[in-house]
């Protein structure tokens, strides 16, 4: 908030999946209320969560806190976002939520996702089929549960970093307070990162899953058609490792590669 309010003298922040808004007030609060400019969205799944969390913010008085009963995927968003966060947000909600920052270039990330369920449900599929000792990782349904959720949140994180973010993964809070305590951080420090971007692509291909966050930025596994990878290339100090330096372009539109604009 420091960088963003440092930097932009209206900053829009979106909170997705807001549900009775209780980090929203705190942000406008810390944040926004004594700086007198600046707004938050918060957007809502539940309309009765919206209209309570819309009454006390009257209460409050807090004028530029706004509040929409909507999908996270088919929300109104302003056309700039300069942070969006995300606090549990139901299974793929996340990844619903990622997409409209990626989409609206928020200048920073923050979120703690939910429990997952997409990603092991896949990988039950491949349970049978998978080639080496690999699908031993996610043989019983515990395992499954566990590393669909870590591979969810690593594809997260990978596919972050491919729309030029620069990612930090760490805890919320003690683990005393919430088992759902990941925090994935993202700050757009370059236009897109063509490594991250291959890396994940090799990742979607090894482990044979294609989560919705994948799928709604049009991002395909190495190897198939239209991934523009071949299978096996290798990421890592290819000559298409690179990443674009400077000030990344706000509104990028995911899929593109904007490296010389
Ligand atoms: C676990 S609660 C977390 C609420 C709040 N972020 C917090 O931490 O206090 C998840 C909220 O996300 C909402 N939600 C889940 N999926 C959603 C979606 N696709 N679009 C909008 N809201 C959604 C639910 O209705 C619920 O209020």
Redesign the pocket.
Known sequence: MDDVQARHPNPVVV??????A??GFIVYELFLKDAQAGELLS????PE?TERAKGRAERLHFDRMRFQT????EAQYPERIHVLM?????DT?TD?ALVAAIKHGADHVAVVP?CQAEVAAQLKEKKAKGPGSMSLLFQHPMHRREFGSHLTNVIRALTLESFGYQVTVTELTGWEHSLKNELILGRRVHRDNRRARLQLQALLAETGVQPRLTRLLGIMPAGTEGSGVQEGSAPEGSAAESESEGEAAPGAVPGTDEREA
């Open positions: 909170d997705a999946g807001s549900g009775n209780y980090l957007i809502e799944g539940r969560l909507a999908h996270i995927d995300a606090l549990h947000a139901c909600a619903d939910c």
